[in-house]
Structure formats: C-alpha cells, structure tokens
T-cell receptor, first 114, second 118 residues
Framework: DQQVKQNSPSLSVQEGRISILNCDYT??????FLWYKKYPAEGPTFLIS?????DKNEDGRFTVFLNKSAKHLSLHIVPSQPGDSAVYFCAASGGGGSQGNLIFGKGTKLSVKP | EAGVTQSPTHLIKTRGQQATLRCSPISGHTSVYWYQQALGLGLQFLLWYDEGEERNRGNFPPRFSGRQFPNYSSELNVNALELEDSALYLC?????????????????FGDGTRLSIL
C-alpha cells in the first residue's frame, strides 16, 4: 500500500515556463513533507520542505504548497531551467513509530527543454 | 562543507557472504539513516541511528544490521546475502537528538553504495 504517490512518472516543460510536480499521501499522521531532486548516479538532493502547520513555503525558484484537507502537495519551479531536468521525489514523515523514517514516492522525471 | 560520504561506491558479493557498507555524516549531524533502493522500487527505509543508538527500523529481516560509532559514522552490515539484496544502499544524515526534533530536520543523502550479488 503506497502511502505517498506521485502519479505522473514524467513531465516535460519548456525552459522559462512553470513546472508543477504533484504528490498525494494517504496517512493523515504525516506532518512533514520534503522534495528531493536526483540526478543519475547521484544521491537525492534536498530541495525544500514544509511542515503541516504551513500551507506554503518558498525558496528562490521553488515553492511547495500543502493542502492538508486534500492530502496533496505540489512543487512549483519558476522559471524552469534545463539544469532542473532530473527525477523529483516527494517524501513524508511523522506520526507514531515512523520517527525518522521518510516515506518516498516513486518519483517524477522532469525534462526541461531549451 | 563536506557532504555525506559513502564507501565503497560499488561492492560485488556472492550469495551467502556478508557485506559491510560505510557512511560518514555531515559534520555536526548526529542522526544517520539507511535506505535501500532496489531496481524498480522506491527508497525503502532500513535503519535510523542517533547518538549511537538504533532508534527505528524498517521492515527488513534481522540479517540487516548496523551500528553508529562515537564519531557518528555508521556501518550497515548485511549477512547471508541473497540475490534480492542487490540494490543501491543510500545513507543520509540530519541534525537530531530528540525524536521530535529529528522528525523536522531534512535528511541529506550520500551518493550510495551499489551492492551486486552474484
């Protein structure tokens, strides 16, 4: 049973436009959400996070939105750049015995075309 | 600032052998986490160490074990290797200490050890 779902395996965007990556979760006990970017042959790189007490967090070109009632979060990248082409993972943590344990989605491959 | 470092980069073993993977966290980080990424699967949580203690464990058999040293570096040991253990093993570190604080600290990952079982 997947607790964190990224339903789009891939996304293609033109350079300079907005990239929107989506993530859904099922466990209402999750209270901390993160986005990671991964290039081939490298480990995931932390991008941005948000706790459940907020609905938006911004860091430069990256903004994460959290909709707790819908159990949905999204990552907006504006403007998109070719160097943003990578696999993006959504992750969640929190609640009960899952301390320290990040639950990851399966990732969305973003391609930004020049 | 040096990131999380893992060694070796690649490790080839045969069934039944033991594998030892090593991880050095970012300076100042006390929590170390281990994840497995098998082919076609997402990252699966294995173990969490903080201040030398095992704090949490994922749904893996006891032949997956590890430890954390006084300098906060960590080892992951996999005994009686099976073909299905072939995977990328990722180590991450974070600030931590108390359980509730560790929950809200981002984990920073190394580049992993690719373990291949022949």
């Amino acid at each position: 049973d997947q607790q964190v779902k990224q339903n789009s395996p891939s996304l293609s965007v033109q350079e300079g436009r907005i990239s929107i990556l989506n993530c859904d979760y099922t466990n209402s006990m999750f209270d901390y959400f993160l986005w990671y970017k991964k290039y081939p042959a490298e480990g995931p790189t932390f991008l941005i996070s948000i706790s459940s007490i907020k609905d938006k967090n911004e860091d430069g070109r990256f903004t994460v939105f959290l909709n707790k009632s819908a159990k949905h979060l999204s990552l907006h990248i504006v403007p998109s750049q070719p160097g943003d082409s990578a696999v993006y993972f959504c992750a969640a943590s929190g609640g009960g015995g899952s301390q320290g344990n990040l639950i990851f989605g399966k990732g969305t491959k973003l391609s930004v075309k020049p | 600032e040096a990131g999380v470092t893992q060694s070796p980069t690649h490790l080839i073993k045969t069934r039944g052998q033991q594998a030892t993977l090593r991880c050095s966290p970012i300076s100042g980080h006390t929590s170390v986490y281990w994840y497995q990424q098998a082919l076609g699967l997402g990252l699966q949580f294995l173990l969490w160490y903080d201040e030398g203690e095992e704090r949490n464990r994922g749904n893996f058999p006891p032949r997956f074990s590890g430890r954390q040293f006084p300098n906060y570096s960590s080892e992951l040991n996999v005994n009686a290797l099976e073909l299905e253990d072939s995977a990328l093993y990722l180590c991450a570190s974070s600030l931590g200490g108390w359980v509730w604080e560790a929950n809200y600290q981002p984990q920073h990952f190394g580049d992993g050890t690719r373990l291949s079982i022949l």
